[in-house]
């Protein structure tokens, strides 16, 4: 499945809807996190879709495909796996201080999804700021 465009935008949907996306997205709303992840060939190559690029709008939605912000990205790139940068642990913003324990996390979830992860599996790294917040409005 392509990723849904709103008002002329790619969407970005965080996690599994309910509990999980929902506190993935209050992360980015309280200024939190600054990053996502992705395992390139299963969420972009399966679907045709490319990496994000600098200066791309996204449309950040809720569980029930609600538009509640808009992320502007400043920074994508693909990595190994083996890879991920501490730096980028850090920004991502869910707890993980080192890519050591980016990779600790994240391996287990992507097997029980069927993904294969090895060392030199490609993930997307993207950074982004918030814009605009439409939880007040």
Same mark, same amino acid.
Do not use: C
């Given at each position: 499945?392509?990723?849904? %465009? /709103?008002? *002329? ?5 965080? *996690?599994?809807p ?24 299963? !969420?972009?190559?399966d ?28 920074r994508?790139?693909?990595v190994?796996?083996?890879? /991920?940068? !501490? ?7 869910? *707890? ?22 090895? !060392?030199?599996?490609? %993930? ?6 918030l ?7």
């Amino acid at each position: 499945m392509a990723f849904p %465009v /709103v008002k *002329g935008m790619r969407a970005i949907e965080f *996690g599994t809807p309910g509990e999980n996306r929902e506190h993935l997205n209050s992360l980015v709303l309280d200024a939190n996190k600054r990053a996502t992840a992705g395992h390139f060939k299963h !969420d972009y190559e399966d679907h045709g879709e490319s990496l994000e690029y600098v200066g791309e709008r996204l449309a950040m939605l809720d569980s029930d495909g609600n538009h509640v912000a808009t992320l502007l990205v400043t920074r994508a790139e693909l990595v190994r796996f083996a890879d /991920v940068s !501490d730096e980028f642990a850090i920004a991502e913003g869910e *707890g993980d201080l080192t890519g050591d324990e980016y990779r600790a996390g994240y391996r287990p979830g992507w097997e029980r999804m069927g993904y294969e992860v090895t !060392d030199d599996t490609i %993930v997307s790294t993207v950074y982004f700021d918030l814009i605009e917040d439409f939880r007040q409005k």
